[in-house]
């Protein structure tokens, strides 16, 4: 018999109890894993995006909500003419409800721009020009709508016939509806206005130039931010209110786990004061007992988090096919978010314990034999 | 069994003035006791329920605090000791009336359990629980739960765990109180055979006058005070 085994034979003395506890911390961890594996998924989502299509420098005026508010895409001409630009292009992008889905990304791309270049188109083609009233389609946002080519979708006020489907190679992409940024400046009364200048940097610059490029850029405006494409998404309002709000529902997830897990505990070394009793008469030290209660614990929190991931792993799955979020983004499970949340619910094991821990390991054994 | 602390007739416990006080000092279980134990005897303690033979057997034990007066083991004051576990955990071995084992260990790992303190690897703690189960007739029961035992085989299974760090001493309340008079007669039988084949200390509570009257010394209380000291004539072989 090893100490592992004292520690086991408490938890499974009360199966049931275990059970439910266990029950209550997976559910508490599961929704961490969910909540989180989204907000980090639609981080990474909109890098891979950034990626895939090959930008450098991101500006944007990220103080609005989740998407950037609009500036004057005159700026556009300002920024090429700086040193180590080596091309630019201006986006619209607007998140608007399209037909039966409740939230989409809507592409408005300057034609000619970089941002066309890796969408492959699957079926029919790209539009014209920029003045053809046509959407294309990511593959993912196709079948959301349920569209093919030769069909219309309705944006705004406008019916505008789907011409192709196309990969980009990226969850964002092949979630967006991608049309021409004059078309979607019009349809959407915005003329003369993007949210995004894409920048491109000729290829092997150092990171130090990439950045002093930034600050150039920050100069020419003022409201706005030039970043590097990597840190993008974290410096958006929106998405850091996103980010907020996940890590806050996690943690009344984790404050319930705590609790539950607590309860039981205090329960169990109430149930078993007379065996504590027992072992303190025999000699064991009173940190040995409260070791014993945190081991416990600990583990209640371990097995808990292991199952709890399995269940937010679950989660993401069925949200990640949901229509309201398939082509938003694809949800992180990377090792990090499970890692993280086995070591959450170890965390809230060892805390829950701590109390119990303490006030079984003070016990007076001649009360603790008598009750 | 710790050698190194024993020396012949000296004294094992010394106890003076001792008083223990329950609710605020309104129930008073010892009224000042004094009294001397020395090495390798047998003392039993009787008296009538409530006297305090018990609660003196837990202040012997370290179960409980005195409220006045010293109470010494081997010269050091154990209402002084920083850790009292390790007292309890290697000193002395403890058998209570209702056995107090752990009903979800077996009888093996019940008698392991006090070698947890005592830096024994679980081979040792194995093959040490084995050992003491044969001494106390009970190797066909190592894998049983006390819930399968009868209750002299329960209480055995108490006086192997006591044994488990070889302690010097041996406290037993009430060890056969619970236990018809043919499993009591063997419990007798095995803790006789632990003070004179180890030369154990043994402090015995008991109500059974017959017991007491094995002893090497019989402690009488009443109402919280020593009322006589006796040594019996004769003594049963």
């Known amino acids: ?371 | 069994m710790n050698e190194a602390s024993k020396g012949a007739g000296s004294v094992v416990y010394e106890a003076r003035g001792l008083k223990k006080n329950y609710d605020g000092g309104q129930v008073a279980a010892l009224r000042g006791v004094d009294f001397d134990i020395r090495e390798g005897e047998f003392v039993a303690i009787v008296g009538p329920s409530g006297c305090g033979k018990s609660t003196l057997l837990q202040m012997l034990g370290s179960l409980d605090k005195p409220s006045e007066g010293s109470l010494s083991y081997r010269g050091r004051l154990i209402s002084a000791l920083e850790d009292p576990s390790d007292y309890r955990s290697t000193e002395i071995g403890f058998v209570f009336q209702s056995f107090h084992l752990l009903p979800t260990f077996t009888v093996s790992e019940n008698v392991q359990i006090p070698m947890f303190e005592t830096g024994l690897s679980r081979g040792e703690r194995e093959v040490r629980a084995h050992e003491l189960l044969v001494s106390v007739g009970l190797s066909h029961r190592l894998k049983h739960f006390p819930s399968e035992l009868s209750g002299g085989e329960r209480q055995r299974v108490a006086i192997a765990r006591s044994l488990a760090n070889r302690p010097s001493v041996l406290l037993a309340d009430e060890p056969t109180g619970n236990l018809d008079s043919e499993n009591a007669a063997h419990v007798v039988e095995l803790l006789l055979k632990l003070h004179q084949e180890l030369g154990m200390t043994l402090v015995l509570v008991t109500h059974d006058l017959g017991i007491a009257a094995l002893a090497t010394r019989t402690i009488r209380m009443k109402d919280g005070r020593v009322v006589d000291e006796t040594t019996p004539l004769t003594h049963a072989s």
């Not at chain 1, 592992?4 to 599961?30: D, E, K, M």
């Not at chain 1, 007379?274 to 614990?297: D, Q, T």
């Open chain 1, 1 to 371: 018999m090893t100490f592992f085994t004292v520690v086991v034979r408490g938890l499974i003395r009360r199966p049931v109890r275990t059970g439910l506890t266990l029950l209550g911390i997976s559910i508490g961890i599961g929704a961490v894993v969910t909540l989180v594996g989204m907000s980090w998924g639609y981080e990474k989502s909109i890098g891979k995006q950034l990626d895939v299509i090959g930008i450098d420098v991101v500006v944007s005026n990220m103080s609005g909500g989740l998407m950037p508010k609009v500036f004057d895409e005159t700026l556009q001409d300002k920024v090429a003419a700086l040193p180590k630009v080596a091309d630019t292009t201006t986006v619209l992008m607007l998140m608007l409800s399209i037909e039966d889905a409740p939230m989409m990304m809507v592409s408005g791309r300057e034609w000619g721009g970089f941002t066309w270049e890796k969408l492959e188109v699957l079926e029919g083609r790209l539009p014209k020009d920029d003045k053809e009233f046509a959407v294309v389609l990511g593959k993912l946002a196709a079948e959301v709508l349920k569209k093919k080519v030769g069909d219309t979708v309705q944006i705004e006020a406008d019916e505008l016939p789907v011409v192709g489907i196309v990969d980009g190679h990226a969850v964002v992409e092949n979630g967006a509806v991608i049309l021409s940024l004059s078309v979607l400046q019009e349809i959407s009364s915005n003329q003369g206005k993007v949210n995004f200048i894409d920048v491109r940097v000729p290829e092997g610059t150092p990171e130090k130039e990439v950045m002093e490029l930034c600050e150039t850029v920050n100069g020419l405006f003022p409201e706005g931010r030039a970043k590097l494409a990597s840190e993008v998404v974290g410096t958006s309002q929106g998405y850091r209110l996103a980010r907020a709000m996940s890590w806050s529902t996690s943690l009344l997830a984790i404050i319930v786990g705590v609790l539950g897990v607590m309860n039981t505990m205090l329960m169990t070394v109430f149930e078993r004061t007379h065996e504590i009793g027992i072992l303190l008469a025999v000699g064991w030290k009173r940190r040995r007992i409260l070791y014993m209660v945190l081991c416990e614990s600990a583990l209640l929190g371990f097995l808990g988090g292991v199952t709890g991931v399995g269940l937010g792993a679950l989660g993401l799955k069925i949200l990640e096919f949901t229509p309201a979020i398939r082509g938003l983004l694809e949800p992180d499970l990377s090792p990090k978010l499970l890692l993280t949340s086995v070591a959450i619910a170890v965390v809230v094991g060892v805390v829950s314990g701590l109390y119990p821990g303490w006030r079984s390991s003070r016990l007076s054994p001649s009360r603790a034999l008598n009750l």
